[in-house]
């Protein structure tokens, strides 16, 4: 949890870190008055994980703030990280023998990734294919399942132009050979 830290000021807005004393009691009344979020408790949006026993720890992966105004608390929000996965092989091997070689890199492949994306404090895997062999592939043998709520916005390349290499008309040019 980011206790309480003021991330930014903009526009009559606070983005800030949320913390279990300030924020447990209004997160609880307003899940529990939303019926698409009853299910959730207020640790998920303070960043907690709770064990069986009740008791809280810290999850290192999401990154939870509040937005307030002058009046409080407008929203709360839960950043995740999470690894989309675009796969290529070749088309024309498609025996049984080279799915199931694709099958075995799979299953070994992403286990291997995975501990790594841990590390990264990555939550989840989003599996982007347009094949229905792939995806049974993944449903039944690397534990993926279809979800259908979920609006998908890729995130730019950010970098200061101090980053970039070269001066900026280099990059310009570049990038119209690349296009």
Request: proline share 6%.
């Amino acid at each position: 949890m980011a206790m309480n830290k003021t991330i930014a000021r903009f526009d009559g807005y606070e983005l800030r870190g949320v913390s279990f004393d300030r924020d447990a009691q209004q997160l609880g009344n307003w899940l529990a008055r939303d019926p698409l979020h009853q299910h959730l408790r207020p640790a998920f949006f303070l960043g907690l994980l709770e064990n069986d026993s009740g008791s809280m720890r810290v999850d290192p992966r999401p990154t939870c703030y509040a937005m307030e105004d002058e009046f409080g608390a407008i929203f709360y929000i839960r950043l995740e990280r999470a690894a989309r996965v675009n796969i290529q092989f070749d088309p024309i091997r498609q025996s049984v023998v080279d799915r199931a070689r694709v099958a075995r890199a799979l299953m070994k492949g992403m286990a291997i990734l995975e501990v790594g994306l841990a590390r990264a404090r990555a939550s989840e895997w989003i599996f982007d294919t347009r094949s229905s062999r792939l995806a049974a592939l993944a449903k039944a043998r690397l534990g993926f399942r279809t979800s259908s709520y979920e609006l998908v916005r890729p995130i730019p390349v950010f970098e200061p132009p101090e980053a970039q290499d070269g001066p900026s008309e280099a990059r310009q040019e570049a990038g119209k050979e690349v296009m």
